[in-house]
């Protein structure tokens, strides 16, 4: 892939992750939230399924700042750097962390991915995260490592021809469905702007 910048790539998820903490905030603070179910079935994409070396091996190297750290310098930690916005303890962040990563690991269980990251904020006394916040938090940053490690696992097998692949159901944006098993050379510019995540909450992935 000639063009292919990851920095790219980070810079997306960084805005992915300063949207969600917009949106989080949000409903923490609407009235009607409990009765607002924004993911009813928790179903992350296709790549989840797939426990790829590379994606643990990635989000293991990533190394802990705090949010107000982190967004001061986006451009120099995106990509490098592991962070949660309202938790703002280095070692609270490093737990959780430990916790990502042995879910990656082993066979992944979101929602009690979810519960772990509530209970390890709430005995070190973080701010209360929210249903949707902690949606947030999981699926970007398990999306994240696994399109790291589906990216590296594609290069590695010198496939010539790759193809996008979206989670078809209700939740499915008009972009992810309109690319949906679309087929392109692996060196084609069209992933220099398409390789997934492409949207707030993206669950697509390549193959």
Not at 121 to 133: D, I, N, V
Request: net charge positive; proline share 5%; aromatic share 14%.
């Amino acid at each position: 892939m000639k063009n292919f910048y990851w920095k790219d790539f980070h810079t997306l998820i960084t805005k992915i992750l300063a949207y969600g903490q917009f949106l989080g905030e949000m409903t923490q603070t609407n009235e009607n939230t409990k009765k607002n179910n924004f993911f009813p079935n928790f179903k992350p994409g296709f790549a989840f399924d797939l426990p790829f070396d590379e994606a643990l091996k990635y989000f293991r190297s990533l190394d802990i700042t705090t949010p107000d750290k982190f967004y001061e310098n986006v451009k120099n930690y995106s990509g490098i750097a592991f962070t949660i916005s309202k938790i703002t303890s280095e070692k609270t962040l490093s737990a959780v962390k430990k916790e990502f990563a042995k879910n990656l690991a082993k066979t992944l269980d979101p929602q009690k991915l979810k519960e772990k990251i509530r209970t390890i904020a709430e005995k070190r006394g973080e701010t209360k995260l929210s249903h949707f916040h902690l949606q947030t938090i999981v699926q970007t940053n398990l999306q994240t490592a696994f399109s790291k490690g589906n990216y590296l696992k594609l290069r590695e097998n010198k496939k010539p021809f790759w193809q996008y692949i979206a989670i078809d159901d209700n939740r499915t944006t008009p972009l992810c469905a309109s690319l949906d098993m679309k087929v392109f050379q692996s060196d084609d510019p069209f992933w220099d702007t398409y390789y997934p995540p492409n949207h707030f909450n993206c669950r697509s992935t390549v193959v």
